[in-house]
């Protein structure tokens, strides 16, 4: 009963002397704002969607769902203005009803409006509805983009932001 309680004393001090040791925490130096470990999860989570064509069309999206033009050899640049059009795929989107985009950055979990008010004009190569819109990311990284259509969210685009 010696020998347990022996080992069971000499386990505990050695969780206790690991607890002490340093974190592999990530601190990021931009407005003295401080990450954890659980950015290094939150980063594997996210993936850049997938790249379909679309009546000879490039997109980055969901096919078949929505998706804006983008050409995978293209980068998107930070701090730069660009020109994407937003395709939408099913029946429940109607022309007429309005897009707001909202991105949310992987790292700083930073919210934007990218797009607000758009107005969707009906079908454009294959898709059932589209708008076109431009879009501006402050920082590189990758971005999370919520598509809503009259408030209600129709899905989520992943991507790479080039700094």
Same mark, same amino acid.
């Given at each position: 009963?010696?020998?347990?309680? /022996?080992?069971?004393?000499?386990? =505990?001090l050695l969780l206790v002397?690991?607890?002490?040791? $340093?974190?592999?925490?990530?601190? *990021?130096?931009d407005n003295s704002l401080s990450l954890g /470990?659980?950015?290094l999860?939150? $980063?594997?989570?996210?993936? $850049?969607? $997938?790249?379909f064509t679309f009546e000879n069309l490039s997109f980055i999206g969901e096919p078949q769902l929505l998706g804006f033009t983008h050409n995978k050899e293209e980068k998107i640049a930070?701090?730069?203005m660009g020109k994407y059009g937003w395709h939408f795929w099913g029946e429940s989107v109607k022309s007429g009803d309005f897009l707001r985009v909202k991105g949310t950055h992987q790292l700083t979990g930073k919210e934007v409006e990218l797009v607000s008010n758009a107005k *969707?004009? =009906?079908?454009?190569s294959g898709a059932d509805n589209h708008a076109p819109t431009?879009?501006?990311?402050?920082? =590189? /990284?990758?971005?999370?983009?919520d598509a809503y259509i009259d408030g209600k969210l129709f899905g989520s685009v992943y991507v790479k932001v080039e700094n």
């Amino acid at each position: 009963m010696k020998r347990i309680m /022996g080992f069971v004393t000499i386990c =505990g001090l050695l969780l206790v002397d690991c607890s002490h040791k $340093e974190s592999n925490d990530i601190v *990021l130096h931009d407005n003295s704002l401080s990450l954890g /470990g659980e950015v290094l999860a939150k $980063e594997n989570e996210w993936q $850049e969607s $997938e790249y379909f064509t679309f009546e000879n069309l490039s997109f980055i999206g969901e096919p078949q769902l929505l998706g804006f033009t983008h050409n995978k050899e293209e980068k998107i640049a930070a701090s730069q203005m660009g020109k994407y059009g937003w395709h939408f795929w099913g029946e429940s989107v109607k022309s007429g009803d309005f897009l707001r985009v909202k991105g949310t950055h992987q790292l700083t979990g930073k919210e934007v409006e990218l797009v607000s008010n758009a107005k *969707l004009l =009906g079908p454009n190569s294959g898709a059932d509805n589209h708008a076109p819109t431009n879009m501006t990311f402050p920082i =590189g /990284g990758m971005w999370k983009l919520d598509a809503y259509i009259d408030g209600k969210l129709f899905g989520s685009v992943y991507v790479k932001v080039e700094n």
